[in-house]
C-alpha cells in the first residue's frame, strides 16, 4: 500500500478479505456494511472501457480521507471502525477500486453510515480517472 | 513564485506536473493558467493550498504549494 487510504492497482480479492479481517477485531461490532466500486465496461463514442486509470493528490487524498472518517464517527455513534481504501493506477473493467466498509454495534448505523461515507469520498477525494479503452 | 501542481485533466491540457508561477493571488494566478493554457477556460477547477481546498480567493506567498484541482471523480 502506498499510504492506508490508497493502493497502486485493483482491491483484489485477497486485500479485501485481509481489510474484513481487521473489521473482524471488535466482537461488540455485531453489523458489517460494505460497499466495493468497481469499474464498469462502459461505452464511449462507440468504444468500450477497458480499464480507468487513477490518479490522486496523495497529500490531500489522505487528510480529506481521515476527515471523512472522523465525521462519519462522529455524525453516527454506533460505528466502531471505518475503512477506506481507494486505488490508484491502472484498474481494469471489473476490478474494484474502491472499499468501504463500517463495522457498528447494530445494522441501522453501520448500512447509512457506509452510505454516507461513500457520498462524501465521491464529493471530497482528490481523486480523477482517465478511461483507457 | 509559487509551485503549481496539476492534476487530472488540468495535467493533460498543461503537458505540466508542475511548474512555478508567479501571481500574488489565486485569483490572478487563474488568469494566468487561462491565458497560458486558453483550453483551461472550459475546465472547471478548484485551488488547494498546502493540500487544503479553498472556498474563496486566497493570497500566495512564495514557496506555497497551490494544486490545480478539476472536478473529482473518485469511486
Known amino acids: 500500500m502506498k499510504n492506508k487510504y490508497l493502493i497502486a492497482g485493483p482491491i483484489t480479492a485477497t486485500i479485501i478479505s485481509e481489510l474484513m479481517t481487521l473489521g473482524n477485531e471488535d466482537p461488540s461490532a455485531g453489523a458489517v456494511a460494505v460497499f466495493i466500486g468497481r469499474v464498469r465496461d462502459d461505452e464511449q463514442d462507440g468504444k468500450r472501457v477497458t480499464a480507468i486509470e487513477y490518479s490522486a493528490y496523495e497529500e490531500m487524498a489522505v487528510k480529506e480521507t481521515e476527515a471523512v472518517i472522523n465525521t462519519v464517527r462522529s455524525a453516527f455513534s454506533d460505528v466502531r471502525s471505518v475503512f477506506i481504501v481507494h486505488s490508484t493506477g491502472i484498474v481494469k473493467a471489473g476490478e474494484a477500486s474502491l472499499f468501504i466498509m463500517i463495522t457498528a454495534g447494530h445494522r441501522d448505523h453501520a448500512t447509512r453510515a457506509c452510505r454516507h461515507t461513500l457520498e462524501m469520498v465521491k464529493e471530497r477525494l482528490p481523486v480523477w480517472k482517465k478511461e483507457l479503452f | ?75
Request: charged residues 25%; glycine residues 8%; hydrophobic residues 45%.
Open chain 2, 1 to 75: 513564485m509559487v509551485k503549481v501542481i496539476y492534476f487530472g485533466a488540468a495535467r493533460e491540457i498543461t503537458g505540466k506536473a508542475e511548474e512555478e508561477l508567479a501571481a500574488s493571488d489565486t485569483e490572478r494566478l487563474k488568469q494566468l493558467i487561462i491565458v497560458n493554457y486558453p483550453e483551461m477556460r472550459s475546465l472547471p477547477f478548484r485551488f488547494a493550498l498546502n493540500g487544503a481546498l479553498l472556498k474563496e480567493v486566497a493570497t500566495l506567498e512564495r514557496g506555497d504549494k497551490i494544486a490545480v484541482l478539476p472536478p473529482f471523480a473518485g469511486g
